[in-house]
């Protein structure tokens, strides 16, 4: 009998099991371990092919720093070689977003505001400006810090993790408020100005000019920006230069304002509101700027809070120039009429006219400064007394068409031409157009009676007084003023009035006879020489009136042309505004003599 070995299937097919769970522990594991060690290296993968140049450089940002330098702005001279505004060395504290933590800004920034007296919401302003707590190019927060305010930092330091102190230029004016409207003023770039300008370099905290010349000739004065590329430490310090590239000055401007006429003209303007603005008749070149009331640019060296600039806005417009805004001109006016009533050929140079307390036109009675009239006049007569009547009448008899024309022959109602284009206003020379399109009705007689004599709504600055002045002194041309001194096409430009010569000999002689013994025999003194001018009072309800007085001398060849203004001043032209021109032509010929004709030597027989 055939014995077999006996054993359990069910048994043996119990240990296959109990043999199979490790296996399959080490199988699971296997699996779990490589599908971590694939992400690890496709993680890895991407990291060093794909985003590898983007990781490295988010390294090199952690060690390479930028430090940018400001190049130091253009100087600017007067036409004699004279300091007007330079820059001069102070400490500014910048912050590097890149040393801070977003959470330790709190801290740093409390303790900030502490020191340099700022409010804290002015330095988040600040930071959150450089749009990213990550960048790596300081931010200015502060300018022109007091030694205090330094030895605080520096105590403090601990606390001010990512905060620089470095030195810079900032714009200075020696001189205060001297030409303040002429020359302009600089500050931090604005949000909108940085969006516009971005693109040609400018970046946050940028200084630009603001007005003036320094706002017209922003792209010469600003120069190139420099800087350094550095390796720092885990602390923020220096290891090595990485690359140097020096910034370079703004170019220097010399203008052709005349430092001694200006302080001259600035004393006689005072505290009175206006203007008074100089000019050489022959080349246009402006010696003279003044417009009251002013302000001091190097306030603006510094940053200055919201209420500060809102006290500045409020207080009469003193950064509005004057000599740049349109006024009624009054009587200096008569210069246009004289000229329309002669080149239309109504009138001749030899017409004699009865003066009145007053005239009637179009069922309006319109009067004589004076209340009495003159009696009969000439044209010279009529300029050195400034007879309203005489001039109602020409304005009259030549119509408001022709008389609408020489005035903008004379280069009312456009602009100069003067680089400080952005401020200046074209003035007002109305005409029926303007008046149906503005006040809905036409043209009447009354409006070119008011017109003959500067009135009605016709507005013009003084500095296209100045220029129409310039007329009659260079012998009929139409001068284009300008303040850079090699500004050789202004120079140059001269536009014929194509006057004839009667004209020009009238004009010139009534302008000689207000001054000899008309309205403006304050100008007939021997501290001067021969001078002649015009003046003019401007009436503006319910305020006071207005004040002129244009003067230009010597009359045989004249080198100087001033015009004064006083904005409602209340007094008259002759006597409030034309000292104000004789202050200004005596300071001007003290350093200016004319040269005395050399005697003629009788022939040798």
Do not use: C
């Not at 030409?179 to 302009?184: D, F, I, R, V, Y």
């Not at 946050?204 to 920006?225: N, P, S």
């Not at 509101?273 to 050489?280: D, E, K, R, S, T």
């Amino acid at each position: 009998m055939t014995v077999f070995p006996s054993f359990s299937i069910g048994r043996r097919a119990s240990s296959a099991r109990t043999l199979g769970k490790p296996f399959q522990s080490i199988l699971i594991m296997f699996g779990i371990t490589s599908v971590m060690l694939g992400a690890i290296g496709s993680r890895l993968a991407q990291l060093q092919l794909i985003q590898g140049n983007r990781n490295r450089q988010l390294a090199e940002n952690n060690r390479i720093r930028l430090l940018p330098k400001q190049p130091v702005r253009g100087n600017i001279f007067d036409r004699k070689g004279k300091i007007l505004a330079s820059s001069r060395l102070t400490h500014a504290v910048y912050l590097w977003p890149l040393d801070l933590e977003k959470t330790d800004w709190p801290r740093t920034r409390n303790r900030l505001s502490k020191i340099l007296n700022t409010p804290e919401s002015e330095l988040q302003k600040r930071l959150q400006k450089s749009k990213s707590y990550k960048s790596n190019e300081p931010i200015r927060v502060a300018r022109s810090v007091t030694p205090a305010q330094i030895t605080a930092l520096q105590e403090y330091s601990s606390e001010l993790k990512g905060v620089k102190v470095d030195i810079e230029a900032v714009r200075n004016y020696p001189n205060g408020i001297l030409a303040a409207h002429a020359l302009g003023y600089t500050g931090e770039i604005s949000d909108s100005d940085l969006y516009d300008l971005q693109e040609q370099g400018y970046r946050l905290g940028d200084v630009i000019g603001q007005m003036g010349i320094e706002q017209a000739f922003e792209k010469q004065l600003r120069g190139e920006w420099g800087g350094q590329q550095v390796e720092v430490d885990s602390m923020g310090q220096i290891l090595r230069v990485l690359g140097d590239k020096p910034a370079k000055a703004g170019q220097d401007l010399h203008l052709t304002l005349d430092l001694d006429v200006q302080k001259a003209a600035e004393a006689a303007l005072g505290n009175n509101q206006g203007a008074i603005v100089a000019l050489n008749p022959n080349t246009g070149e402006v010696l003279a700027m003044v417009s009251r009331p002013a302000f001091d640019p190097n306030i603006f060296s510094t940053r200055i809070s919201e209420k500060t600039w809102q006290e500045l806005q409020s207080a009469d417009h003193p950064f509005v120039n004057r000599a740049l805004r349109g006024f009624p001109p009054a009587s200096t006016f008569k210069i246009v009429t004289t000229t329309a009533g002669l080149e239309s050929g109504e009138f001749s140079p030899d017409t004699y006219l009865g003066t009145y307390g007053s005239l009637t036109f179009g069922g309006i009675e319109f009067g004589e400064w004076n209340h009495a009239g003159f009696g009969v006049l000439g044209f010279v007569g009529a300029l050195a007394w400034s007879s309203d009547t005489f001039f109602y009448q020409i304005g009259s008899g030549v119509g408001h068409e022709k008389l609408i024309q020489w005035t903008r022959n004379y280069g009312f109602g456009e602009k100069t031409g003067i680089e400080l284009a952005e401020e200046e206003a074209p003035g007002l020379v109305p005409d029926e157009d303007w008046k149906v399109q503005e006040i809905e009705e036409g043209w009447y007689l009354g409006d070119t009676i008011n017109m003959s004599i500067g009135q009605g709504f016709l507005l013009s600055t003084p500095l296209q007084v100045g220029v129409m002045f310039s007329v009659p002194a260079n012998g009929g041309y139409k001068v284009k003023p300008h303040l850079l001194k090699d500004n050789q096409p202004a120079q140059k430009w001269r536009e014929s009035l194509n006057l004839k010569p009667s004209t020009v000999e009238i004009l010139q002689q009534g302008l000689r006879e207000v001054v000899a013994g008309g309205t403006g025999a304050a100008l007939n003194v021997p501290t001067i020489p021969p001078a002649a001018g015009k003046s003019g009072t401007a009436e503006d309800p319910p305020r006071l009136s207005h004040a002129w007085f244009g003067g230009y001398g010597p009359t045989d060849k004249p080198e100087i042309v001033v015009v004064a203004f006083g904005e409602n001043s209340g007094g008259g032209g002759g006597s409030f505004a034309a000292p104000m021109v004789l202050q200004v032509l005596e300071t001007y010929f003290k350093a200016n003599k004319p040269a005395k004709p050399k005697p003629v030597q009788p022939a040798a027989e």
